[in-house]
């Protein structure tokens, strides 16, 4: 077991060409030395839209092996919750001093981290902020790295949420209330007599609430950073049915260029459930980390 959870950090905030171009990039360099030595550098022409924190953390065997120790998996939980609300502090004050002085405001997108040669674990911001329960998504997507929960492929980053989960939450959020008929009254069903038969057969099953209750409990595990299956096994308390409704749409597409850009493009209760897991070798997939698996067509 190491002797210290503080593997060494450094901090890089990568800026698109606007926002790089218009602040003193040196000067917030070392503001942000209060968490971590930190470089600001200008993001490479076209490859990306958005603004970053990357947190890079060293890594060795016995660093590594923290996560499969609850005990030490916690407290590493504990330190990095303490990096990421500082980082979100010093952001905020960042704006402010920006806003004072006249200054454009820099927004950022994402948050990622890197733990030695392992794949980046891309976690979205809200209002400039890393949401507080992000430290326990890294811990859990580490647990399911080395549990080989994604395959053998090697894997280059996983997104939390992914870009496509984004879009269809803010689809859903723009959504009005479902509509009555045309003339108001719900439509009749002609095969009432086989859907009662169906519902009489359906009692012994798990009920919606149930449903719900368990994947709510799952889902407050996967925030603490513990495995959802070590709590409750969501997957064999779902019907087919049910089980098919977790799988939307084709893979998502890992890309920074066209994903939740601005605040605007984020529900206010953003869900982090569905991730979006991409292979070095170009594919990515959408992977439901409660139920720990992939999301197939």
Not at 174 to 190: I, K, R
Not at 231 to 238: G, K, M, R, T, Y
């Amino acid at each position: 077991m190491p002797s210290s959870i503080h593997p060494p950090v450094y901090l890089h905030i990568v800026l698109d060409e606007k926002n790089y171009d218009g602040g003193d990039s040196v000067g917030m360099a070392r503001r942000f030395t209060a968490v971590a030595p930190t470089e600001v550098v200008r993001a490479s022409k076209g490859s990306q839209r958005s603004n970053v924190l990357r947190f890079d953390f060293g890594e060795d065997e016995a660093t590594a092996e923290v996560f499969s120790n609850d005990l030490w998996r916690d407290a590493l939980i504990s330190w990095l919750d303490e990096e990421f609300a500082e980082t979100s502090a010093l952001v905020a004050r960042e704006n402010d001093a920006r806003k004072n002085n006249g200054l454009p405001l820099v927004p950022f997108q994402w948050a990622e981290v890197k733990f030695g040669m392992g794949p980046v674990i891309a976690i979205r911001m809200i209002d400039s902020a890393i949401p507080k329960a992000a430290a326990g998504y890294v811990a859990h997507a580490r647990m399911l790295l080395a549990r080989g929960a994604f395959g053998a492929d090697p894997i280059s980053s996983i997104r939390i949420p992914a870009c496509a989960a984004i879009d269809e939450q803010k689809i859903d959020a723009q959504q009005d209330e479902p509509q009555a008929g045309d003339e108001g009254w719900p439509a009749v069903d002609p095969d009432a007599q086989n859907a009662w038969a169906a519902s009489a057969v359906q009692r012994d099953e798990p009920t919606r609430l149930e449903i719900e209750d368990a994947l709510a409990e799952a889902e407050e595990a996967l925030r603490q950073g513990v495995s959802p299956t070590d709590v409750v096994d969501v997957s064999e308390s779902l019907s087919d049915e049910e089980s098919a409704g977790y799988r939307p749409g084709s893979p998502d597409v890992d890309s920074e260029e066209a994903c939740a850009l601005t605040d605007e493009d984020v529900p206010e209760d953003l869900d982090f459930r569905i991730w979006n897991v991409a292979y070095a070798d170009g594919t990515s997939v959408r992977f439901d980390s409660v139920l720990g698996e992939a999301i197939l067509d």
